[in-house]
């Protein structure tokens, strides 16, 4: 969790250092252009939430995302990662869970109600990569992901985009009520 703070500690940083260098220079990255489509690719990061977080600490992975346009504050996005969630080494415990291994593929649309600031809203299929391994019966389970976000101009056609969003999925074990895959996120993408 230290290491979480002190990498959103140095993203924050970087971020106001590149909103202050170069935002009076540079358009929005919410104005389309020709073409349109946007692309970035991220590292994610997140702290589970409910009974995930008694067994897992954090959870750490990658993504890419498509930002097609529809309007000129309106995109759809499609989104393809991985993500791995960390098992808690338990005291005394004989044997300790398994990691969990996720392939996430969501869909869904981010409107700028302001310039730079988004709100985006995913759902689509996690797909457990280790099923055997976390005893789980289900190989897919649906997803979907809120988010709200800011989006810092790098110059040209290029940003950086911070993102934190709440993910949660439906269950990896039918007859377990406590296994889903529930936590709080942050995305930070380099987008061109």
Not at 38 to 59: E, F, H, M
């Amino acid at each position: 969790m230290k290491s979480t703070l002190k990498i959103s500690a140095l993203v924050l940083a970087l971020a106001g250092f590149t909103l202050g260098a170069k935002a009076q220079t540079t358009p929005t990255p919410t104005t389309t252009t020709s073409g349109g489509v946007r692309y970035s690719i991220g590292v994610d990061a997140g702290i589970p939430t409910g009974k995930l977080s008694d067994n897992y600490n954090w959870n750490l992975g990658g993504s890419v995302q498509a930002d097609i346009p529809v309007a000129s504050k309106l995109f759809i996005t499609i989104n393809a990662g991985y993500d791995n969630i960390f098992a808690k080494n338990v005291a005394g415990a004989t044997v300790s869970p398994a990691d969990i291994h996720l392939l996430p593929a969501k869909a869904g649309l981010k409107y700028f109600p302001v310039s730079n600031f988004y709100i985006q809203g995913e759902a689509g299929a996690a797909f457990v990569l280790n099923k055997t391994a976390i005893n789980a019966d289900n190989s897919t389970a649906f997803i979907y992901a809120p988010q709200v976000g800011y989006q810092f101009p790098l110059g040209g056609k290029n940003f950086l985009d911070a993102g934190v969003r709440y993910e949660a999925s439906t269950k990896l074990v039918s007859t377990n009520s406590d296994s889903k895959v529930n936590f709080l996120g942050l995305r930070v993408a380099y987008g061109f």
